[in-house]
């Protein structure tokens, strides 16, 4: 079984340059992926496109790919962005 990748994204994302998600992701490829919501204060539309597109990926590619330890404010940004507040609890078909 290979190796979790982990990651935990920061409260807000930087905008004074890349997100430190895009790299992680990068390095990642091909491999199981855990993202931790939990300091998340704010979630804004472009870290989310990141999360939406990387679990499409990495469910192409036969990957686990999971968000945990989602805090309320990561909740509540998915549902200011349009999705259900337990769209990443959900179990994703094969």
């Known amino acids: 079984m290979p190796d979790i990748h982990f990651h ?4 807000a994302r930087a905008r004074s340059g890349e997100d430190p998600l895009v790299p992680f992701l990068l390095s990642a490829r091909n491999h199981p992926v855990t993202v931790s919501a939990r300091e998340v204060r704010r979630l804004d539309s472009h870290r989310l496109q990141l999360l939406l597109v990387a ?6 590619d036969g990957s686990d790919f999971t968000v945990t330890d989602m805090s ?11 999705l259900d507040a337990e769209y990443f609890d959900k179990e994703k078909p094969q």
Not at 8 to 11: D, E, R
């Open 8 to 11: 935990a994204l920061g409260s």
């Open 55 to 60: 679990e499409q990926q990495w469910m192409a």
């Open 72 to 82: 309320p404010s990561f909740r509540e940004g998915l549902e200011r962005l349009g």
